[in-house]
C-alpha cells in the first residue's frame, strides 16, 4: 500500500525535470498538482466507501431481526467510518506529498492525525449511542441509568484521546504526560466534583435499586414531584405532575432524603390516611330511646343486638346502679360512630379489604378527638384514588350527625361594618 502511493505522488517531479523545469519549480508544481490529486482520490474513496458502507448496513439491518443495527443506522454509524478511511489514505499519504518541505509535513501530520483521533471517538461514541437506545429497548435494562454508565466511559475515552492528541501536537512523550497529569490531579478532580460525584451517586443508585427510570419520587428540597424520565452521569430529569421539568443532582439521590413511591405503585393498592376531628363536647353515653332509633341503621343493627345484650348482662350479673349513666358499662356515641364507619369502609367496593383497614381514634388534641380513617384503595391511579378517599369522607362527614356528633370547626368572627 505504501509503495503504490509513493509511485502515484513521485512520478511527477522527475518528468518536469527531463522537460527542463528547474528544481524549485518542478517542486512547487507537483506538490499543487499532487494536492488536487490527493483531494481526488480521498472523495474518490469516501464516497465509494460510504455508498457501500451505508448501503451493506442498511440491508442488513432489513435482513435481520435485532433492533441494534436498526440504530446503528440510524446513529450514521457508517457514514462516519466512510470519512475514516480516506482520512487515514491521507494520513499515509501526507509524508510522502511533503518529502521536501519537513516543516508542512509535520504540521498537516499533526493536524491529520488529531482529526483521526476525534473521529475514532465520534464513531466509537455512534456505537455506544445505538448501544444505549437498543438497552432501552429492552424492558429489562429499560429503568436503568444506562446514560450515566456510557457517559463514564466516553469520558475515559475522551481523557485517553485528549492525552493522544496532546502528545502528538507538541511531541510528548504519553508517559511524561501522565506524569504531569497525576501532578495536577487535584485540580483535575477539583474540575470534575460533580462528575465524579455523579458517577459514584449512580453506581450506588444501580446496585441499591434506589431509582428507575418511570419511578414517582418526591424531593421536597427541588421542588420534585412526579416521574423519572431521564438518569445521567450529572443530573436526574423528572417530569412533575404539572408538566414542568425538575433538574436534580444525581449526587443527592445518594445524600439528601427523598420519597419514592415505586413500592406503593407495585403493591396491591393506594393507601388512605386521613383523620376528622371530633368536638369532644359532643361526645356521651347513649339512652335506650337513641340505641332504638341507631338500630335502623342496617351496618350496625346486629352490632347492637349483641353488644346491648353483653352489656345488659354485665351489668345484671354485677347489679349496676343504672339510675347514672357512668355507672358500669354502656355504649357511646363516638364508639358506635367508630364501628358503622368500620363496616362502611368493608363494604366499601372501592377499598382492598386483604390488606389493613381501620378506624382509630387518635390523641385528643385542643382542637377535639382525631377519627382517623387507614385503609387502601384498589385503584391507584391520582384521579380515581382522589375520587375514593373524598367518596368516603364526604360519607363520614354526613354522617356524623347521626350520631349527634359534631365535627370540628374553627371559630369565625363576624365583622359588621357601618
Not at 446513529?75 to 482520512?87: D, R, S
Amino acid at each position: 500500500m505504501y509503495k503504490l502511493i509513493e509511485k502515484i505522488f513521485n512520478f511527477l517531479y522527475p518528468i518536469f525535470r527531463k522537460w527542463g523545469l528547474g528544481s524549485s519549480f518542478a517542486s512547487y508544481l507537483s506538490l499543487l498538482i499532487n494536492i488536487v490529486v490527493l483531494c481526488v482520490l480521498a472523495y474518490a474513496i469516501y464516497v465509494v466507501f460510504r455508498l457501500v458502507l451505508v448501503t451493506i448496513m442498511a440491508v442488513i439491518a432489513q435482513k435481520t431481526k435485532t433492533k441494534f443495527d436498526d440504530l446503528l443506522v440510524t446513529n450514521k454509524t457508517a457514514k462516519y467510518i466512510a470519512h475514516l478511511i480516506p482520512l487515514l489514505f491521507i494520513y499515509k499519504s501526507v509524508p510522502i506529498i511533503l518529502e521536501r518541505y519537513e516543516y508542512w509535513e509535520g504540521v498537516f501530520g499533526k493536524l491529520v492525525g488529531i482529526y483521526i483521533v476525534m473521529l475514532v471517538l465520534w464513531i466509537i461514541r455512534t456505537i455506544f449511542n445505538a448501544l444505549r437506545d437498543y438497552l432501552k429497548l429492552k424492558p429489562r435494562y429499560s429503568d436503568k441509568p444506562i446514560d450515566s454508565f456510557i457517559q463514564v466511559i466516553m469520558i475515559v475515552l475522551w481523557a485517553v484521546g485528549i492525552t493522544v492528541i496532546i502528545s502528538k501536537l507538541f511531541d510528548i512523550d504519553q508517559k511524561e504526560l501522565l506524569t504531569i497529569l497525576g501532578a495536577v490531579s487535584a485540580v483535575i478532580i477539583l474540575i470534575f466534583r460533580d462528575t465524579i460525584l455523579g458517577f459514584v451517586s449512580s453506581v450506588q443508585v444501580s446496585i441499591n435499586d434506589m431509582v428507575r427510570i418511570g419511578d414517582w419520587i418526591t424531593m421536597d428540597k427541588f421542588g420534585a414531584d412526579g416521574d423519572v424520565i431521564e438518569i445521567n452521569l450529572a443530573t436526574v430529569k423528572v417530569r412533575n405532575f404539572d408538566n414542568t421539568t425538575t433538574t436534580i443532582p444525581t449526587y443527592s439521590l445518594s445524600s439528601d432524603s427523598f420519597q419514592n413511591w415505586r413500592g406503593m405503585l407495585n403493591s396491591d393498592g393506594r393507601r388512605i390516611k386521613r383523620h376528622i376531628l371530633i368536638k369532644t363536647s359532643s361526645i356521651r353515653f347513649l339512652e335506650e330511646a337513641e340505641l332504638s332509633d341507631l338500630k335502623k341503621i342496617h351496618l350496625i343493627s346486629d352490632y347492637i343486638d349483641s353488644r346491648k345484650l353483653e352489656i345488659d348482662e354485665y351489668n345484671a350479673l354485677n347489679k349496676i346502679d343504672k339510675s347514672i349513666a357512668i355507672n358500669g358499662r354502656n355504649l357511646t356515641n363516638l364508639g358506635l360512630f367508630r364501628k358503622y364507619i368500620t363496616e362502611y369502609l368493608f363494604n366499601y367496593p372501592g377499598l382492598n379489604k386483604d390488606m389493613l383497614m381501620l378506624c382509630r381514634q387518635l390523641q385528643s388534641t385542643s382542637h377535639g378527638v382525631p377519627l382517623e380513617i387507614y385503609a387502601f384503595s384498589h385503584d391507584k391511579r391520582f384521579e380515581n384514588y382522589e375520587y375514593i378517599m373524598s367518596d368516603i369522607f364526604d360519607h363520614i362527614i354526613a354522617s356524623a350527625g347521626y350520631f349527634d356528633l359534631e365535627i370540628f370547626e374553627t371559630a369565625t368572627e363576624n365583622k359588621s361594618t357601618t
